[in-house]
């Protein structure tokens, strides 16, 4: 019976012992296995690198900020002569072309001779002359030709203003309206120019079915050349967000929207909610705040070498 009983109180203290030592082990396993994981998560969302290799790969970094989004219109155009600044020169008497002075493209001022025309009736040579000054944008005559007053000789154009006509279809004739501010991109890798629709055509155009919508355009800088065709992105409305950032900062990571922040020297991916846009910028409702720093240019660069998951040490 002794027997008995000391081997029962054996049995109970290695059973004690045995599931103290589980309550012991069970709390460090489940403590390392939760620690791993978000080592393993915070490795996954960043990554290290150096200001050179960001420099080296064109990665812009720009702060998130108030901003004004813009609801715009896209529209093709063309740039010709202002009308109003424009004049045609034409011969007072018929006659033959015995001298040429000015040719197209040529700069002139008021009363400066373009050419010389003996005329036909008195056989005697009178002056043509410029009556704008601007710049030769056509010319109609040769030396030797004969020349009358039924065609223009030259025609001379103030190109320091220029109009530029747009089409605009019928479905958006509705949205345009004269004052509307137009920013037009001439391509030359300069900023767009500002301007602001001064005339709607009361009229359209069969073979478009568009309608022309005009801006006088001031032209100091001859970036505007009559005969191009030209874009311009007409502003509809406005209104500005507490926070955005440009559109090129946006990635998809694991159907994750992120935005890569700069926190230190790694990156860092930003979970966000997006709101309005324009087509610059996004405005974002959650995950970035005003004044952080996010890679704006080349972002997917980031993301690639998220991708390789290695931290850049130089």
Request: aromatic share 6%; no cysteine; net charge negative.
């Given at each position: ?49 150096a200001?050179?290799k ?49 040719r ?27 009556a ?41 004739l ?17 900023p ?39 874009t ?14 440009k ?68």
């Open positions: 019976m002794r027997r008995l009983i000391r081997y029962l109180v054996f049995v109970l203290v290695a059973a004690s012992l045995v599931y103290a030592g589980y309550r012991m082990l069970t709390p460090a396993t489940t403590k390392t296995v939760s620690t791993e994981k978000v080592e393993e998560e915070e490795h996954s969302n960043s990554v290290e690198m200001d050179a960001i420099a080296a790969a064109g990665i812009e970094l720009a702060k998130a900020s108030p901003v004004v989004l813009h609801d715009s219109l896209l529209l093709n155009g063309m740039v010709q002569p202002n009308q109003e600044s424009l004049v045609q020169v034409t011969p007072r008497f018929p006659g033959i072309v015995r001298d040429v002075r000015k197209i493209g040529d700069h002139v001022e008021k009363g400066d001779v373009l050419a010389i025309v003996e005329s036909n009736q008195s056989l005697t040579p009178y002056e043509l002359k410029a704008l000054g601007g710049t030769v944008i056509d010319r109609q005559t040769t030396l030797g030709e004969y020349v009358s007053e039924q065609k223009p000789a030259f025609v001379i154009a103030d190109l320091s203003t220029v109009w530029v006509d747009f089409s605009v279809y019928r479905r958006d509705g949205r345009v309206h004269v004052g509307d501010r137009i920013l037009i991109d001439p391509a030359d890798g300069k767009p120019i500002e301007a602001r629709i001064s005339y709607l055509s009361p009229v359209g155009s069969s073979d478009t079915q568009s309608a022309a919508a005009r801006a006088v355009v001031p032209n100091t800088e001859q970036r505007l050349r009559p005969g191009l065709f030209i311009g992105r007409l502003t509809l409305s406005a209104r500005q967000v507490p926070v955005a950032v559109s090129s900062a946006l990635q998809t990571v694991e159907n994750r929207t992120v935005v890569f922040v700069r926190d230190g020297k790694k990156f860092e991916a930003r979970d966000v909610e997006i709101g309005d846009r324009d087509p610059e910028f996004v405005e974002i409702t959650f995950g970035v705040l005003e004044g952080d720093v996010y890679a704006a240019k080349n972002s997917f660069i980031v993301k690639a070498e998220m991708a390789k998951g290695g931290a850049d040490n130089d």
